[in-house]
């Protein structure tokens, strides 16, 4: 899918990582049988995973939880099942079951963002439940140490179909972006380049950095913005301010 066609039917500013998400889920659903049917996707924070999954949720009609870092192995079954609009079992193991006959019968893809929360509390066997009870499509999202942290446990390893990297946001991202987060306002090329080498391929930088930019827009009355016009005002960058001496 190109991202032009992502932009017709999402309703969302296109990114590279929804392509390369969708396509993730997309190759999971069509393996073959003898396939494993589990896709990684992991990536530095504010790549713009979960707002791709949560695009791969809406166009793929799949079932999506994020995990919080408090959640215990009920927890994630309980969201689970929140999303499928199924009342929860009482034990953890019955949940395990509904949740697998729901997905075996349905065959809907099952997205689980931020699951470096359950994996750090060695709660991930129970996803491997999951998918062994359903061998439905599964894609789990998170940060760029996930595959190592899934290493350790060979019997879930070997049930990953493909590992997917997340890109680095770059200039046809920020493009994209500028449509959403800086709705009728100009911004010229030269300074989007330079919003996005500022940002080292976090979409989040680049969505406060345009929303920045739209603002000062505002005030100064401008409708449109070069990096001369910008001049010395500064962008956010990940970093904290140094402290001005007086």
Known sequence: MT???IDNISGMAPLTNMALTKAAVERAQNRAESLPGMVVM???????????????????????????????KKALLEAILLDMGITAASTIYKMTDQISEELAQSQRPLIIDEVDHIV?????????????????????????KLPAKLKRWERFDGR????????????KDTASLCRVYARGIEIKPDLQREITKLARGSVRRICVNLDKVRVAA?????????????????FYTGQAPARKLV
């Open 42 to 72: 992991f990536g530095p924070s504010g790549f713009g995973k979960s707002y791709s999954a949560t695009f791969v949720a809406n166009t793929l009609r799949a079932h999506y939880v994020e995990c919080r870092s408090s959640w215990t």
């Open 3 to 5: 991202i032009t066609e």
């Open 120 to 144: 750090d509390k060695k709660a991930v066997e129970i996803i491997r439940d999951i998918y062994e009870g359903s061998k439905a499509p599964m894609l789990l999202i998170g940060e760029e």
């Open 160 to 171: 990953i179909l493909d590992w997917v990297p997340a890109q680095p946001a770059g200039d």
């Open 218 to 234: 505002e005030q100064e009355g401008w409708d449109s913005v070069d990096k001369k016009r910008w001049g010395s005002r500064g």
